[in-house]
C-alpha cells in the first residue's frame, strides 16, 4: 500500500475516532495522539511500523506512542524531539 493510501485510512480512523472522543478520558486523548503522530509521520515520506507502544522508524529508531522521546533500536538510552519534522530532518535523514 502506497503512502497516500495509508495516509487516507489512518486519516479515516482518526474521524471515526473524533466521534466517540470524549476529551477528559485519557485513554482516548492518546489514542487520537499517536494516530495523529502516525500521520504526521507518514506525510513525512519514512518507512513506518506502529507496535505496541509506539512506532518503529526506517527499522532504526523508536518513537514513543504519546511523549516526544525517541531511541535507538537496541539502546535504553531515551532523547526528546521537539516535533516530527525535526526530528525527521535531524535524525533519520542526517540534515543538520
Do not use: C
Not at 78 to 86: D, L, P, Q, T
Request: charged residues 30%.
Amino acid at each position: 500500500m502506497d503512502n497516500k493510501k495509508k495516509i487516507k485510512t489512518v486519516k479515516n480512523k482518526l474521524k471515526e475516532f473524533e466521534k466517540l472522543t470524549v476529551p477528559t478520558q485519557n485513554r482516548l486523548y492518546r489514542k487520537r495522539i499517536r494516530l495523529e503522530k502516525h500521520i504526521q509521520l507518514l506525510q513525512e515520506g519514512v518507512g513506518v511500523k506502529a507496535v505496541t507502544n509506539g512506532f518503529i522508524v526506517n527499522g532504526e529508531f523508536f518513537i514513543g506512542a504519546v511523549n516526544n522521546r525517541w531511541r535507538a533500536m537496541g539502546k535504553n538510552k531515551w532523547y526528546y524531539y521537539s516535533n516530527i519534522k525535526e526530528f525527521v530532518r535531524k535524525y533519520v535523514r542526517n540534515e543538520a
